[in-house]
């Protein structure tokens, strides 16, 4: 079981918005802006979209936004596109003596 | 730009060691902290642990007792030991740089436990 919790799925026609949640405890996500999200196309290297929250790395498209709320973190995604088909993981810093959290992944279609 | 790959092979033995090392190419290894990352088949992804170039680690307390991390820093390389292996420990071993957020990462590579 993963420490973060995901939705299996989501889907979305061409140009939805989606947003994928993902779950944690205030021993994480409640108490460390340190949320990252990966987009992983299988047999591909994973790809970070989203790091210390809303932060986008260079090259990542403005489609990409993440936001926190609680113990909550939410990644959306606007002109859903059909490369965006992949599967997405949140992961969360969670300090005490030093561990990082994953998600359990959401997979998401592309109607 | 950075590139990693992971090497290694891709059976062993149950109770046996697990070694991995990850080649990193277009930098240094010479900063940031140095990731492994698994995920077994079907599940999600699980922190191993990390190693900064100094040789200063931190591990999943989960696997804490069975894992040792080491970089080698005239080879730009970093390696991953996981003993006493059981099939649990099948999984997809990915290498990446980061200490909490992780850019970029290696394509992975499969090792199954199994006798």
């Known amino acids: 079981q993963s420490a973060l919790t995901q939705p299996a799925s989501v889907s979305g026609s061409p140009g939805q918005s989606i947003t994928i949640s993902c779950t944690g405890t205030?021993?994480?996500?409640?108490?460390?802006?340190?949320v990252s999200w990966y987009q992983h196309h299988p047999g591909k290297a994973p790809k970070v979209m989203i790091y210390?929250?809303?932060k986008r790395p260079s090259g990542v498209s403005n489609r990409f936004s993440g936001s926190k709320s609680g113990n909550s973190a939410s990644l959306t995604i606007s002109g859903l596109q059909a490369e965006d088909e992949a599967d997405y993981f949140c992961c969360s810093y969670a300090g005490g003596g030093y561990v990082v959290v994953f998600g359990g992944g959401t997979k998401l279609t592309v109607l | 730009q950075v590139q990693l790959q992971e090497s290694g092979p891709g059976l062993v033995k149950p109770s046996e060691t697990l070694s991995l090392n990850c080649t990193v190419s277009?930098?240094?290894?010479?900063?940031?902290?140095w990731s492994w990352i698994r995920q077994p088949p079907g599940k999600g992804l699980e922190w191993i642990g990390n190693?900064?170039?100094?040789?200063?680690?931190n591990y999943n307390p989960s696997l804490k007792s069975r894992v040792t991390m080491s970089v080698d820093t005239s080879k730009n390389q970093f390696s991953l030991r996981l003993s006493s292996v059981t099939t649990a420990d099948t999984a997809v071993y990915y290498c990446?740089?980061?200490?909490?957020?992780?850019?970029?990462w290696g394509q992975g590579t499969l090792v199954t436990v199994s006798s």
């Open positions: 190693i900064l170039y100094s040789g200063s680690t």
């Open positions: 277009g930098g240094s290894i010479s900063t940031y902290y």
């Open positions: 205030s021993s994480d996500v409640g108490t460390y802006n340190y």
């Open positions: 210390d929250v809303s």
């Open positions: 990446a740089r980061g200490e909490w957020w992780f850019d970029p």
